[in-house]
Antibody, heavy 119, light 114 residues
Framework: EVQLVESGGDLVQPGGSLRLSCAAS????????MHWFRQAPGKGLEYVSA????????YYADSVKGRFTISRDNSKNTLYLQMGSLRAEDMAVYYC????????????WGQGTRVSVSS | DIVMTQSPDSLTVSLGERATINCKSS????????????LAWYQQKAGQPPKLLIY???IRESGVPDRFSGSGSGTDFTLTISSLQAEDVAVYYC??????????FGQGTKLEIK
């Protein structure tokens, strides 16, 4: 059974940093591109970042470019999102997702981890 | 960026009746080289992550009941639930992956039971 389990969400002050993790199981992690999305309270879904199978190609939404870094450790079946210079508008539930057919079809999602940004 | 706009924002339908949700993209998501529409639909129940229902505009994901169907091409798409069940209460999102991996979603349509 495919499982994605996010962790690392927390309450952080504006300007602070946080690292999210997404532990994958039930599939060959290194065969799939991976993604981070977020959903602010009561809002819709927003793309954050994507990463190629071997981690050499990264993509970022303009809203997080230069502040967030996506990475993966295929030996640990884990995806990461290093978040820095956090702002109030970064407050959301963060989901990791797997895609098949390259980056196209987001077929499995984790349950999400909540990031709160407040002083 | 490709902007996805759904209508209506909310929908109330009686059990057993048809529910129809529309989605319009700001530019065509039909890729001419393979004649495929890069459009998916997701269902998100309260407190849960999104679930892939339909991809390539009309192909049901494995395990999705056949009361769910997708149609449309180019810039205009529709998700239809032929006979609404209680478990279908959710927010539904359309999503384009034409500009993958920069996926963009519609604002969502909240579906409730009358």
């Amino acid at each position: 059974e495919v499982q994605l389990v996010e962790s690392g969400g927390d309450l952080v002050q504006p300007g602070g940093s946080l690292r999210l993790s997404c532990a994958a199981s039930g599939f060959i992690f290194s065969d799939y591109a991976m993604h981070w999305f977020r959903q602010a309270p009561g809002k819709g879904l927003e793309y954050v970042s994507a990463l190629s199978t071997n981690g050499d190609i990264t993509y970022y939404a303009d809203s997080v470019k230069g502040r967030f870094t996506i990475s993966r450790d295929n030996s640990k079946n884990t995806l990461y999102l290093q978040m820095g210079s956090l702002r109030a508008e970064d407050m959301a539930v963060y989901y990791c997702a797997r895609s098949r057919e390259g980056y196209n079809l987001l077929d499995y999602w984790g349950q999400g981890t909540r990031v709160s940004v407040s002083s | 960026d490709i902007v996805m706009t759904q209508s209506p924002d909310s929908l109330t339908v009686s059990l057993g009746e048809r529910a129809t949700i529309n989605c319009k993209s700001s530019q065509s998501v039909l890729f001419s080289s393979n004649n495929m529409n890069y459009l998916a639909w997701y269902q998100q129940k309260a407190g849960q992550p999104p679930k892939l229902l339909i991809y390539w505009a009309s192909i049901r994901e494995s395990g999705v009941p056949d009361r769910f169907s997708g149609s449309g091409s180019g810039t205009d798409f529709t998700l239809t639930i032929s006979s609404l069940q209680a478990e279908d209460v959710a927010v539904y999102y359309c999503q384009q992956y034409y500009s993958t991996p920069l996926h963009t979603f519609g604002q969502g349509t909240k579906l409730e039971i009358k």
